[in-house]
Structure formats: structure tokens, C-alpha cells
């Protein structure tokens, strides 16, 4: 390569998930640390995804996405949100989502839909690594707000101290990847007022938007019809469907953004796999219950892990929703988390993902010197939570 030649992202490496797998599979280690799931696909999916790749159902699809798709995930907003009546008014499948290869593609669209040059976007740490990157290449400038440790909450008095004439907009993320906080209502209702105050827009990630544990409600975006006036909300069936490989997300949005949405997407990837997309549409007809019992099928292995870990030397952290569980390893050494999670790859044989990767180098040495915190994803069988646990109990 030339030497001349000028990186777009000159800061940024290869990212902790693909570094903790790739340590994971040289020493055989547990894989604990990339977010995706041990168990398979529903058998009823894997059925209607067979059928219509042998039924020959294997084109382009719309770009916007299959119409029977975006009617049966608007149902299923409407179904899940009992959304206000303005709501259900502004969301229509066909005019107002779209089907994309992935939530990454979902939320690197939303943010080029939003943000100019010189925009800036605020953006809560730890946070997941495709914000910063996207905004970047839109020509944008991060702002980032350090959550409250160890309660992962937002300081909203801080936001809109950080807000300005070239705020454009804040990506909010809940539950929340990596910590497994989530908001609350009057979050919400704080945020609205800030958007609204500010003449703001929101990229609202919603991933594991249906799991969260003990009760809690997860609080949408598209739940606030005011809010969701001036919104991108971002979803993914690869969460919800244990699919993570076919690279299924979506997003919500009012028609206007929507509009604008589409024309990126359409020179992005253009349409999403047809025939996972016949498949989820069914899925969700056929099947609803499997997305009401999400919460209750990942609880259970979160507290597998909970339990199985109780008599070690870690601090566990509340789990509010997604499928990951925070430990603090202070009693167990001084090493810095991305040290420990080499370490614990390496000479013990299981892989987590350090936390402070999430954070803006300019936050991190200061995170780096309060905290000594590790992620692990429990969307595993019970066998490989316990084998992980036994040994981790040993340190």
C-alpha cells in the first residue's frame, strides 16, 4: 500500500469480540465473551427457511423489505408495546420500517440518515464499538458521557450540560450492551424532554429489546409517541430468533426519516436475505409466544450462572436484560481487564470480554484505574455455564 495513502479510522483496531474468539478457539477455551447463542435456531424457522429456498424463493426481495415481514413486525410492536393510539397512527409496517443485514447496517444507515459534518452525537460509554466508527465517516463528532458505576445509569443533568447549537443527536442503547442496565420510564420521559427542548433526534438500539428479567418493562422508544416523532429505533431478529449468522434487523422510524433512511439503505445492501425473511414473517404469525418467552428462557440462565458462581471471589453486577452478566474480579487480581481476559483465555480456559474497549480512549485510563470489570455472555447451554463456572470459582 501506498504511504501516502490516509486511513479513514486511523484509531481503530480489530475489534475485543473478534480478539477474545480468536484467543477462545487457539487455546480451546469456553467461549464466553462474543454475544451469540450456543443453542440452535427454532426448529419452525429452520422448517420455513428450507422451504422456501427448495420452493425457489431465492431473488431480490423488496428493498424495503417483504411487505408480509413489515406488516407482521408491526403487529408484533403493536402486540408487544400496547403503543398509545398516536403510535400505532405513525407506525405502519410499510411506510415506516425497513428490513436491513443486520442491526450494524441498521444503525450505520440511521446515523448517515442523521448526521453532517460537524454534528455532533452524544454517545453513553461503555458503548457498543459501531457508534463511534459510523459517526466519524458522516463527518460527525462523539460526545461521550461516561454511565454511572456500578448502577450503568445516565446522568441527564450531565447531557444536557454536554448539549450545544451542533448537537444533532443521542444514541441511547437498552437493555444495554455490555452492562445489562436498562432504562427506566422516567429516563424516558427525561430524554424527551431533551430532544424536544433541543430540537434533537434519537437512534434508539433496541436489540434485546425482549429480554429483560424479573418484571422489568422494557421501555421502547416506540412506546412514546411524542418521542418517537423524532426517532430511528433499531432492532434485530438474530437476538431474538438465535440466528445471529443470517444477519436479520430492521428499523422503525416516522415516515419522513424513513423516506430518507431507505435511499442509503437501498445503495447499502440493497435487500436482505429473501428467504429468511418469508421464514421470520411466519415465524411471527405462527409462533408469537416464542418472542413473549424470551425473558423468561434467558432468566433462567442467568441465574444458572448467578448460582453457580455465588462462592466465588467475584462481585456479580445486576443483570437488568440482554443476555449478558458484568463480574468484578478485584479480589482475584490487579491485572487490567484486558490483561485478565488474556490471562483467564490463556491459562485458565475461558474467554470474556474486558469492558474498557467500550469506552473513548480518553475515558479509559481513568476507567482503567476505578474498575476491574469483565463481561460473559450466558446464552449458552446450562453444561458449558457450569463447566465455566467451576473453574471460575477456582481463582
Same mark, same amino acid.
Given at each position: 500500500?501506498?504511504?501516502?495513502?490516509?486511513?479513514?479510522?486511523?484509531?481503530?483496531?480489530?475489534?475485543?469480540?473478534? =480478539?477474545?474468539? /480468536?484467543? $477462545? !478457539?487457539?487455546?480451546?477455551? %469456553?467461549?464466553? *465473551?462474543?454475544?451469540? @447463542?450456543?443453542?440452535?435456531?427454532?426448529?419452525?424457522?429452520?422448517?420455513?427457511?428450507?422451504?422456501?429456498?427448495?420452493?425457489?424463493?431465492?431473488?431480490?426481495?423488496?428493498?424495503?423489505?417483504?411487505?408480509?415481514?413489515?406488516?407482521?413486525?408491526?403487529?408484533?410492536?403493536?402486540?408487544?408495546?400496547?403503543?398509545?393510539?398516536?403510535?400505532?397512527?405513525?407506525?405502519?409496517?410499510?411506510?415506516?420500517?425497513?428490513?436491513?443485514?443486520?442491526?450494524?447496517?441498521?444503525?450505520?444507515?440511521?446515523?448517515?440518515?442523521?448526521?453532517?459534518?460537524?454534528?455532533?452525537?452524544?454517545?453513553?460509554?461503555?458503548?457498543?464499538?459501531?457508534?463511534?466508527?459510523?459517526?466519524?465517516?458522516?463527518?460527525?463528532?462523539?460526545?461521550?458521557?461516561?454511565?454511572?458505576?456500578?448502577?450503568?445509569?445516565?446522568?441527564?443533568?450531565?447531557? =444536557?450540560?454536554? /448539549?450545544? $447549537? !451542533?448537537?444533532?443527536?443521542? %444514541?441511547?442503547? *437498552?437493555?444495554?450492551? @455490555?452492562?445489562?442496565?436498562?432504562?427506566?420510564?422516567?429516563?424516558?420521559?427525561?430524554?424527551?424532554?431533551?430532544?424536544?427542548?433541543?430540537?434533537?433526534?434519537?437512534?434508539?438500539?433496541?436489540?434485546?429489546?425482549?429480554?429483560?428479567?424479573?418484571?422489568?418493562?422494557?421501555?421502547?422508544?416506540?412506546?412514546?409517541?411524542?418521542?418517537?416523532?423524532?426517532?430511528?429505533?433499531?432492532?434485530?431478529?438474530?437476538?431474538?430468533?438465535?440466528?445471529?449468522?443470517?444477519?436479520?434487523?430492521?428499523?422503525?422510524?416516522?415516515?419522513?426519516?424513513?423516506?430518507?433512511?431507505?435511499?442509503?439503505?437501498?445503495?447499502?445492501?440493497?435487500?436482505?436475505?429473501?428467504?429468511?425473511?418469508?421464514?421470520?414473517?411466519?415465524?411471527?404469525?405462527?409462533?408469537?409466544?416464542?418472542?413473549?418467552?424470551?425473558?423468561?428462557?434467558?432468566?433462567?440462565?442467568?441465574?444458572?450462572?448467578? !448460582?453457580?458462581?455465588?462462592?466465588?471471589?467475584?462481585?456479580?453486577?445486576?443483570?437488568?436484560?440482554?443476555?449478558?452478566?458484568?463480574?468484578?474480579?478485584?479480589?482475584?487480581?490487579?491485572?487490567?481487564?484486558?490483561?485478565?481476559?488474556?490471562?483467564?483465555?490463556?491459562?485458565?480456559?475461558?474467554?470474556?470480554?474486558?469492558?474498557?474497549?467500550?469506552?473513548?480512549?480518553?475515558?479509559?485510563?481513568?476507567?482503567?484505574?476505578?474498575?476491574?470489570?469483565?463481561?460473559?455472555?450466558?446464552?449458552?447451554?446450562?453444561?458449558?455455564?457450569?463447566?465455566?463456572?467451576?473453574?471460575?470459582?477456582?481463582?
Amino acid at each position: 500500500m501506498s504511504s501516502s495513502f490516509t486511513s479513514k479510522l486511523p484509531n481503530l483496531d480489530t475489534s475485543i469480540f473478534t =480478539e477474545m474468539s /480468536i484467543m $477462545a !478457539n487457539q487455546h480451546q477455551a %469456553i467461549n464466553l *465473551s462474543q454475544g451469540f @447463542p450456543e443453542f440452535d435456531t427454532p426448529a419452525f424457522l429452520k422448517d420455513k427457511i428450507n422451504q422456501a429456498i427448495s420452493a425457489g424463493q431465492n431473488q431480490y426481495s423488496p428493498s424495503n423489505g417483504l411487505p408480509e415481514l413489515l406488516t407482521q413486525i408491526a403487529k408484533m410492536v403493536h402486540r408487544q408495546y400496547q403503543t398509545h393510539l398516536a403510535v400505532e397512527q405513525q407506525l405502519d409496517g410499510l411506510n415506516n420500517v425497513t428490513i436491513t443485514s443486520g442491526a450494524t447496517e441498521a444503525l450505520w444507515v440511521a446515523i448517515q440518515t442523521l448526521v453532517r459534518k460537524d454534528d455532533e452525537v452524544i454517545i453513553f460509554d461503555p458503548a457498543y464499538d459501531s457508534y463511534a466508527p459510523a459517526v466519524e465517516l458522516a463527518g460527525g463528532i462523539c460526545r461521550h458521557i461516561a454511565l454511572d458505576v456500578p448502577s450503568y445509569g445516565i446522568n441527564w443533568s450531565l447531557v =444536557e450540560q454536554t /448539549i450545544n $447549537a !451542533n448537537t444533532r443527536a443521542i %444514541i441511547i442503547n *437498552s437493555p444495554h450492551n @455490555p452492562t445489562g442496565s436498562i432504562l427506566s420510564q422516567s429516563d424516558l420521559s427525561a430524554l424527551q424532554a431533551l430532544i424536544e427542548k433541543y430540537n434533537l433526534y434519537v437512534i434508539s438500539d433496541e436489540v434485546y429489546e425482549h429480554i429483560t428479567f424479573d418484571d422489568l418493562r422494557h421501555e421502547s422508544v416506540l412506546r412514546y409517541p411524542e418521542l418517537f416523532k423524532r426517532a430511528l429505533v433499531v432492532s434485530s431478529f438474530g437476538k431474538t430468533f438465535h440466528c445471529t449468522g443470517w444477519k436479520m434487523g430492521y428499523c422503525a422510524a416516522p415516515k419522513e426519516l424513513t423516506s430518507e433512511f431507505r435511499k442509503i439503505h437501498q445503495y447499502v445492501t440493497f435487500s436482505a436475505f429473501t428467504p429468511a425473511q418469508i421464514s421470520i414473517a411466519q415465524m411471527l404469525k405462527e409462533q408469537p409466544l416464542h418472542v413473549t418467552s424470551l425473558a423468561s428462557f434467558y432468566q433462567q440462565k442467568r441465574d444458572v450462572l448467578i !448460582n453457580a458462581l455465588k462462592d466465588s471471589r467475584f462481585t456479580i453486577l445486576p443483570s437488568k436484560g440482554t443476555y449478558f452478566l458484568l463480574l468484578d474480579y478485584s479480589a482475584i487480581s490487579k491485572l487490567n481487564d484486558r490483561q485478565f481476559c488474556h490471562w483467564l483465555a490463556k491459562e485458565k480456559g475461558v474467554a470474556a470480554i474486558p469492558l474498557s474497549p467500550f469506552y473513548q480512549a480518553k475515558q479509559r485510563l481513568n476507567y482503567l484505574q476505578n474498575n476491574k470489570v469483565i463481561r460473559l455472555c450466558f446464552a449458552k447451554n446450562d453444561d458449558t455455564l457450569l463447566k465455566a463456572a467451576e473453574i471460575l470459582c477456582q481463582l
